[in-house]
């Protein structure tokens, strides 16, 4: 079976026919999964080119799944002055909404006001806000009094509080969203592969890279892949690709961590979430209603490493518990945390950038960068620039690749899943217009429609249909990505865990060995998202 072939087999069912031929010459390779690969991959394949995406391991499986959950134009990036920045990600913000309706929220923040100047400076700048969004501003910021802050936010603390400010930005689910990404691009022709690394570069006699060799990591078999340009957008491992083109070359990423904390809904009382604009290292902080829960963050830590599964630290786990507890009645505790995470961000840090400047203050616009052998690489940015982050990254390779000019068309891209009305009382909401599918899945099986866990909504048929329908091979990819209780509740998705895996191999054609090595590797793993003994 020719190479191509045996890769199809990790694709989508809409793989089509064209890409049998191991010989072919792809217009784009993208190397890495995450928001900005399967971003390009969606604008190059709708604009008609050849395309394939390689991820070493699972779609968002680092830092585009360990988010805030928010999309925004960056408020303190407003108070930094950096107003293209803002303007940029407050149109992006709106064209996310309207392509992804399902996804995409509207969402109401509250600053809650201590202080007599604060009312009148956070309406001004926030009104600043509403008008850079212009037409695609999700609501009007206006000033609230004590009574009607206490209404939306019941837990919030009231000693001294004067009133607050409320403002509108966007709140989503980034793996999720990821996963629609990853399904639009197949629809157009791409084809997306996960537990595929790249291992080498190729070049011709002049230096010009001409491919990528690369290896199943689930059935440890290589292969070679040709291309006109490769991408490189594996986010906080850019420089690894980088130095395989270049070795010795510097690094070009700063990794800097994010650790969230999830609590129950009742630490805020309502829907409505709360942002804290001046933490004690100069940041601001959020308490998102999400799925059920409140996921409070983030911190901003300089790391020195970049891997996979980063670990919270005990100080930034106590930062967000002793932040949040200041501003709520009802003040969380370690023991109150169902699920903690941490994510890397791939920050651009300026070349000179080596006197430790504090990470809250590097861009988050992103950069590109061309190698003397044609490797493209795109670093910085964040979720809600993804879609105009993968427009200039197409621009640039389809000119590197010498290929045939072809409009950008992803502003005005439905997404797959695109429906507009969605009822978010409970998780089926993600799927938008599969969440039929998967209710023709539950009558086809009375098993696929047993609960998964007691305490949530999750069924059989979403396992069945991750699999089927959303290249889920491995129990965290179900748990962490697909399903989100990882995230949500570790107790309860270590719970699951045997369940689930019986589910998968059953789909997967695996044995009994395999559901225990697959239950035992994701527990060991979710423990570290508990932050008390099990």
Same mark, same amino acid.
């Given at each position: 079976?020719?190479?191509?072939? %045996?890769?199809?087999?990790?694709?989508?069912?809409?793989?089509?026919?064209?890409?049998?031929?191991?010989?072919?010459?792809?217009?784009?390779?993208?190397?890495?999964?995450?928001?900005?690969?399967?971003?390009?991959?969606?604008?190059?394949?709708?604009?008609? $080119?050849?395309? @394939?995406?390689?991820?070493?391991?699972?779609?968002?499986?680092?830092?585009?799944?360990?988010?805030?959950?928010?999309?925004?134009?960056?408020?303190?990036?407003?108070?930094?002055?950096?107003?293209?920045?803002?303007?940029?990600?407050?149109?992006?913000?709106?064209?996310?909404?309207?392509? @992804?309706?399902?996804?995409?929220?509207?969402?109401?923040?509250?600053?809650?006001?201590?202080?007599?100047?604060?009312?009148?400076?956070?309406?001004?700048?926030?009104?600043? $806000?509403?008008?850079?969004?212009?037409?695609?501003?999700?609501?009007?910021?206006?000033?609230?009094?004590?009574?009607?802050?206490?209404?939306?936010?019941?837990?919030?603390?009231?000693?001294?509080?004067?009133?607050?400010?409320?403002?509108?930005?966007?709140?989503?689910?980034?793996?999720?969203?990821?996963?629609?990404?990853?399904?639009?691009?197949?629809?157009?022709?791409?084809?997306?592969?996960?537990?595929?690394?790249? !291992?080498?570069?190729?070049?011709?006699?002049?230096?010009?890279?001409?491919?990528?060799?690369?290896?199943?990591?689930?059935?440890?078999?290589?292969?070679?892949?040709?291309?006109?340009?490769?991408?490189?957008?594996?986010?906080?491992?850019?420089?690894?690709?980088?130095?395989?083109?270049?070795?010795?070359?510097?690094?070009?990423?700063?990794?800097?961590?994010?650790? %969230?904390?999830?609590?129950?809904?009742?630490?805020?009382?309502?829907?409505?979430?709360?942002?804290?604009?001046?933490?004690?290292?100069?940041?601001?902080?959020?308490?998102?209603?999400?799925?059920?829960?409140?996921?409070?963050?983030?911190?901003?830590?300089?790391?020195?490493?970049?891997?996979?599964?980063?670990?919270?630290?005990?100080?930034?786990?106590?930062?967000?518990?002793?932040?949040?507890?200041?501003?709520?009645?009802?003040?969380?505790?370690?023991?109150?945390?169902?699920?903690?995470?941490?994510?890397?961000?791939?920050?651009?840090?300026?070349?000179?950038?080596?006197?430790?400047?504090? !990470?809250?203050?590097?861009?988050?616009?992103?950069?590109?960068?061309?190698?003397?052998?044609?490797?493209?690489?795109?670093?910085?940015?964040?979720?809600?620039?993804?879609?105009?982050?993968?427009?200039?990254?197409?621009?640039?390779?389809?000119?590197?690749?010498?290929?045939?000019?072809?409009?950008?068309?992803?502003?005005?891209?439905?997404?797959?899943? $695109?429906?507009?009305?969605?009822?978010?009382?409970?998780?089926?909401?993600?799927?938008?217009?599969?969440?039929?599918?998967?209710?023709?899945?539950?009558?086809?099986?009375?098993?696929?429609?047993?609960?998964?866990?007691?305490?949530?909504?999750?069924?059989? @048929?979403?396992?069945?249909?991750?699999?089927?329908?959303?290249?889920?091979?491995?129990?965290?990819?179900?748990?962490?990505?697909?399903?989100?209780?990882?995230?949500?509740?570790?107790?309860?998705?270590?719970?699951?865990?045997?369940?689930?895996?019986?589910?998968?191999?059953?789909?997967?054609?695996?044995?009994?060995?395999?559901?225990?090595?697959?239950?035992?590797?994701?527990?060991?793993?979710?423990?570290?998202?508990?932050?008390? @003994?099990?």
């Amino acid at each position: 079976m020719c190479e191509i072939l %045996h890769i199809l087999k990790y694709c989508m069912k809409r793989i089509t026919v064209q890409l049998k031929d191991s010989s072919i010459e792809w217009d784009m390779i993208i190397v890495g999964g995450g928001a900005t690969g399967l971003g390009t991959a969606v604008d190059a394949a709708s604009r008609g $080119y050849k395309v @394939a995406l390689l991820e070493q391991s699972d779609f968002t499986k680092s830092t585009s799944s360990r988010s805030t959950k928010l999309v925004h134009g960056g408020v303190r990036y407003l108070a930094q002055g950096d107003v293209g920045l803002v303007v940029d990600a407050l149109q992006e913000r709106g064209l996310m909404k309207a392509n @992804a309706p399902h996804l995409v929220k509207d969402q109401r923040f509250i600053i809650g006001n201590y202080r007599w100047w604060e009312k009148p400076f956070y309406t001004l700048g926030l009104t600043l $806000y509403d008008i850079l969004a212009a037409k695609r501003a999700f609501g009007r910021s206006l000033p609230l009094s004590r009574k009607q802050v206490m209404a939306e936010i019941p837990q919030i603390k009231t000693q001294g509080l004067k009133g607050g400010v409320v403002y509108h930005d966007g709140q989503f689910d980034d793996s999720r969203m990821a996963i629609n990404l990853a399904q639009t691009a197949t629809e157009y022709g791409a084809v997306c592969v996960n537990y595929v690394k790249v !291992t080498g570069l190729t070049k011709d006699e002049t230096g010009k890279i001409t491919g990528v060799d690369a290896c199943d990591m689930l059935e440890n078999r290589s292969f070679h892949l040709k291309a006109k340009v490769v991408i490189n957008a594996t986010g906080i491992f850019v420089d690894k690709l980088m130095q395989i083109d270049v070795p010795k070359k510097g690094n070009l990423v700063r990794p800097s961590q994010g650790v %969230h904390l999830v609590v129950d809904k009742s630490f805020l009382g309502g829907n409505t979430a709360i942002m804290i604009p001046k933490t004690s290292d100069g940041r601001v902080l959020f308490g998102v209603p999400w799925h059920g829960k409140v996921v409070l963050g983030t911190t901003d830590t300089p790391m020195n490493e970049c891997v996979l599964e980063p670990r919270a630290l005990d100080e930034e786990i106590d930062f967000i518990l002793r932040t949040a507890g200041a501003y709520l009645v009802k003040q969380p505790r370690r023991e109150d945390v169902l699920s903690v995470f941490a994510g890397l961000r791939p920050l651009a840090a300026p070349r000179n950038n080596s006197d430790g400047k504090k !990470t809250k203050e590097i861009s988050r616009s992103h950069k590109i960068i061309v190698s003397e052998g044609g490797l493209l690489t795109v670093t910085g940015g964040k979720w809600t620039t993804y879609r105009r982050m993968s427009e200039d990254v197409v621009n640039r390779a389809a000119r590197i690749a010498g290929l045939p000019p072809a409009k950008c068309v992803t502003r005005q891209l439905h997404l797959h899943g $695109y429906k507009k009305a969605v009822n978010r009382a409970s998780f089926g909401y993600v799927y938008g217009s599969d969440y039929e599918k998967i209710l023709l899945l539950q009558r086809e099986n009375a098993a696929w429609r047993e609960k998964l866990h007691p305490q949530y909504d999750y069924t059989g @048929a979403e396992v069945v249909w991750a699999v089927r329908e959303e290249m889920a091979f491995t129990l965290e990819d179900v748990l962490a990505r697909r399903l989100r209780l990882l995230f949500l509740d570790a107790r309860a998705a270590i719970e699951t865990a045997p369940g689930v895996a019986s589910l998968m191999a059953n789909e997967l054609g695996e044995d009994a060995a395999w559901e225990k090595t697959q239950a035992d590797t994701f527990v060991a793993m979710a423990k570290e998202y508990c932050l008390s @003994a099990l």
